[in-house]
């Protein structure tokens, strides 16, 4: 099918993405259309958790923010902002789904300031949930508009550790050991991180994106993956499932 937004496209890889069973830090909008796709086709198991409290929701209704009544629906149990964030910091949280207006070659994120922060340009929402996931659930993936000014060399302000600067950065800056940036699903294909160097690299490419696309849309040197792969369009089922069931007014979609 080609007749499908480049948000549907996101939606449907990261909802692949999800493994059954995992506990999962579920942000407001895509990633709640993600996870819920997810539990209808790929992770019924997947246990959601949100930042106001809301742990292993069924997310049979979209919820329209993290704290809303949706996010505890049928839920495991139904706590608090700290309890989440303590349960993050005791190992328990897989995976986090991340946004942010610029990301670096190390998988940082800013999502607080764009110029200097004393005097920026533009004053962002801020970290939230952002520093918490980021530096304490053992992987995550961000989920990111693909142009130069959002994929840049250095990031105006790290909200969001990646892996820093490097190789044992993460762990220099007393950060949990085996933690860090597993993926970016941005609107043209889907980065990882090189295992060695901890940089950014192109693995996955959307329907009709070519690599010299990327890197022109890339303010920094992006690794490439020797076979880089080419990511399935969305299917009928998954279409009909977001536009039908879980957004059918359209409101993130």
């Not at 080609?2 to 059954?20: G, H, K, Q, T, V």
């Not at 349960?87 to 999502?111: C, K, M, V, Y």
């Not at 520093?131 to 995550?140: A, I, K, P, Q, R």
């Not at 690299?201 to 992006?222: C, I, Q, S, W, Y």
Request: hydrophobic share 40%; glycine share 12%.
């Amino acid at each position: 099918m080609s007749d499908y937004s480049p948000n549907e496209l996101l939606i449907c890889i990261a909802a692949r993405m999800f493994e059954n069973g995992k506990t999962c830090f579920i942000g407001t909008g895509i990633p709640m259309l993600a996870a819920s796709l997810a539990q209808r086709l790929y992770a019924p198991d997947l246990i959601a958790i949100f930042e106001f409290g809301g742990t292993g929701a069924l997310l049979e209704d979209l919820p329209l923010a993290v704290g809303e009544a949706r996010t505890f629906h049928k839920a495991l149990s139904a706590t608090g902002i700290c309890d989440v964030m303590e349960t993050a910091q005791r190992g328990f949280i897989d995976l986090g789904f991340l946004g942010g207006a610029q990301i670096d070659p190390f998988g940082n994120l800013n999502s607080t300031v764009i110029g200097n922060y004393y005097r920026p340009k533009v004053r962002l929402p801020g970290s939230g949930g952002g520093n918490d996931v980021g530096s304490l659930c053992w992987h995550t993936t961000a989920l990111m508009r693909h142009d130069k000014r959002r994929f840049v060399p250095q990031v105006d302000f790290v909200t969001t550790p990646g892996y820093l600067t490097g190789p044992g950065a993460r762990e220099a800056a007393g950060l949990p050991r085996n933690t860090g940036p597993l993926a970016v699903i941005s609107t043209l294909g889907t980065m990882g991180f090189d295992p060695q160097t901890c940089r950014m690299r192109l693995d996955a490419l959307h329907p009709g994106v070519t690599v010299k696309e990327v890197m022109e849309n890339t303010g920094f040197e992006l690794l490439v993956l020797d076979e880089v792969k080419q990511n399935a369009p969305p299917t009928e089922q998954e279409l009909g499932l977001l536009r039908d069931e879980i957004d059918p007014t359209g409101l993130y979609i």
